[in-house]
């Protein structure tokens, strides 16, 4: 991809934009949204907006936010991002409960499958574990410290997601490697037991998630990258078993009516209980949506989803595991040449079934406003408002685009701003 980012780096943070996040509770309980530094939680079971409570005193981030994250039961969540604080909430009381402070920026996180861990990856390959065990969500704020678990040195990883099982805990890095480890019992002493390495993609690998149903409770891996593709694996013995190559062959075009032949898939979604993988590419108006038959562990049909609105450009997927419904969000903090902070727009698509065949394809529809679970209360919490000007949008879209660019560029500095930020950095060693 093209380097974007001017040199000088961080002379240009006020120029910097961060791509929206969207995160659905597993029941539905709650939607999360992050855009730049704000957390925007709406509750679905009381049909009300959220207050976070903080009791640090200061702003919940104070830099984009990277990274947000639903615990698999739902009685936690997880924020973190450039001010390389990590915050555990409690989905009960949304209150602060946990707050770790990070050597690096943060670039993704994960909750272990009992809730009793998080796993957060700084931008200089280490991945780390918190143990919450004893946390109570009612309780006041706890500092904790993380140990290290694992490590891709130098190498940003870009998700983090453990196994249906629990077993292993599978990383992705900008450098074309999937890592699975083996989640040890004692995570706090570290990771040393390597399972396999999926290898296969030809540029960096961006998202990963689990395909897994009653018939394949094990799961299947699927992986996205910036070659343009995704991929299905067999971590055990880190097998690729198929890759779908989308771009103009499959006559997929972005929002300038070009054709896409060469982007980055940004965010994967599998639907729980479903064949059914939701995709999103860098410039494309819309969704794509893949099947796979699990019996032969391939890919089968492909179907863009472009009913969506002429600039929605989504930046990040979510569902949940009970309602069949794909809450999709594009936006960005600070986008060049708008007066607006920020710019969010939420869309719902409704239309899976989880009991069609493995070939087959859900016909997907775009949810009306007034009928999004919370409706306009919900809209204008996680938007900011309820309705969004399409022309913003329009002129909104390529700022899209180049802040996931941005995301996994190395930025270059001036050897003065080197120096300056190793003097201001919080992670250097005191020397005894």
Not at 44 to 70: M, P, Q
Not at 276 to 293: E, F, K, M
Not at 331 to 347: E, I
Not at 361 to 376: I, K, M, Q, R
Request: aromatic share 8%; net charge negative.
């Amino acid at each position: 991809m093209e380097n974007t980012q001017p040199e000088g780096g961080e002379n240009n943070r006020d120029l910097e934009v961060a791509p929206a996040l969207i995160s659905v509770h597993p029941t539905q309980d709650s939607v999360a949204v992050a855009v730049g530094s704000d957390l925007r939680v709406f509750d679905l079971r009381g049909n009300c907006a959220v207050t976070l409570v903080d009791e640090t005193g200061e702003a919940f981030h104070k830099d984009s936010i990277r990274a947000i994250r639903y615990g698999a039961n739902g009685k936690l969540f997880v924020s973190s991002g450039d001010d390389k604080l990590v915050k555990v909430w409690s989905t009960d009381s949304w209150r602060c409960n946990a707050s770790v402070c990070s050597e690096k920026r943060v670039s993704a996180v994960a909750v272990s499958n009992d809730g009793l861990y998080v796993c957060y990856a700084d931008k200089f390959g280490v991945v780390w574990v918190v143990d919450l065990h004893g946390l109570d969500g009612n309780e006041t704020l706890v500092n904790k410290k993380a140990s290290p678990l694992l490590a891709h040195y130098c190498s940003i990883i870009t998700s983090l997601e453990f196994s249906p099982d629990g077993r292993f805990i599978v990383t992705a890095d900008r450098d074309f490697k999937i890592r699975v480890t083996v989640f040890p019992k004692k995570p706090l002493d570290g990771a040393h037991e390597i399972q396999s390495f999926c290898l296969g993609h030809t540029e960096f690998v961006s998202c990963l998630a689990f395909l897994f149903t009653v018939d394949y409770p094990q799961g299947f891996l699927v992986s996205g990258g910036g070659d343009s593709t995704v991929r299905l694996w067999d971590i055990n013995p880190g097998t690729l078993l198929d890759t779908y190559e989308f771009g103009s062959k499959a006559g997929i075009v972005d929002y300038k009516g070009n054709e896409v032949s060469c982007s980055t898939v940004t965010d994967l979604c599998t639907i729980p209980g479903s064949n059914v993988v939701a995709v999103a590419v860098q410039s494309l108006q819309g969704i794509l949506l893949v099947s796979c038959d699990l019996s032969s562990q391939t890919f089968g049909a492909v179907k863009v989803i472009s009913n969506m609105g002429d600039s929605f450009i989504p930046t990040s997927l979510g569902c949940s595991s009970s309602v069949e419904l794909l809450w999709t969000i594009t936006g960005v903090s600070k986008p060049h040449g708008s007066n607006h902070n920020s710019l969010t727009c939420v869309r719902v698509l409704s239309g899976f079934k989880k009991t069609i065949p493995d070939a087959a394809l859900p016909e997907l529809t775009v949810v009306d406003d007034n009928e999004v679970p919370g409706a306009e209360k919900l809209l204008e919490k996680l938007q900011g408002s309820v309705t969004v000007e399409e022309e913003v949008f329009l002129a909104a879209a390529e700022a899209v685009k180049t802040s996931m660019c941005n995301l996994l560029i190395k930025k270059q500095y001036t050897t003065e701003k080197r120096e300056f930020r190793k003097r201001g950095r919080n992670d250097k060693k005191t020397k005894h």
